[in-house]
């Protein structure tokens, strides 16, 4: 009914910038989403938070990300973005969007979505 689709991964130099992008559909119609934001897994490892905006437009960001990310979100467009700057090897894996509280519409009412993810995207950095 739901979904997120990612893009804006690639290629990108150590100490260079990229940005990130997803955006939310359905067959469905979407009434809102809650909670957006970035997770990253590295071959190998576990999946891991890297930046989440809240419905209080709170964001929060994994230690590594402070200072060089920046998550942000446009509610009407259902859509969430991830600025990286300043990227090191270290942030390379795929990246995965995550809504939380997707609320769309079924007949006679709405139903909601614990949590919804994309597919993810590529990041690699290199050097």
């Known amino acids: 009914q739901v979904q997120l689709v990612e893009s804006g991964g690639g290629l990108v130099q150590a100490g260079g910038s990229l940005r990130l992008s997803c955006a939310a559909s359905g067959i469905a119609k979407i009434f809102s989403i809650w909670g957006m934001g970035w997770y990253r897994q590295a071959p190998g490892e576990a999946r891991e938070l890297v930046a989440m905006?809240?419905?209080?437009?709170?964001?929060n960001y994994a230690d590594s990300a402070k200072g060089r990310f920046t998550v942000s979100r446009d509610i009407d467009k259902l859509e969430v973005y991830l600025q990286m700057s300043d990227v090191n090897p270290d942030d390379s894996g795929v990246y995965f969007c995550?809504?939380?509280?997707?609320?769309?519409?079924?007949?006679?009412?709405?139903?909601?979505?614990?949590?919804?993810w994309g597919r993810g995207t590529q990041v690699t950095v290199s050097g």
């Open positions: 995550k809504g939380e509280g997707v609320r769309y519409e079924i007949p006679g009412g709405s139903n909601t979505y614990r949590e919804v």
């Open positions: 905006i809240t419905g209080y437009d709170d964001p």
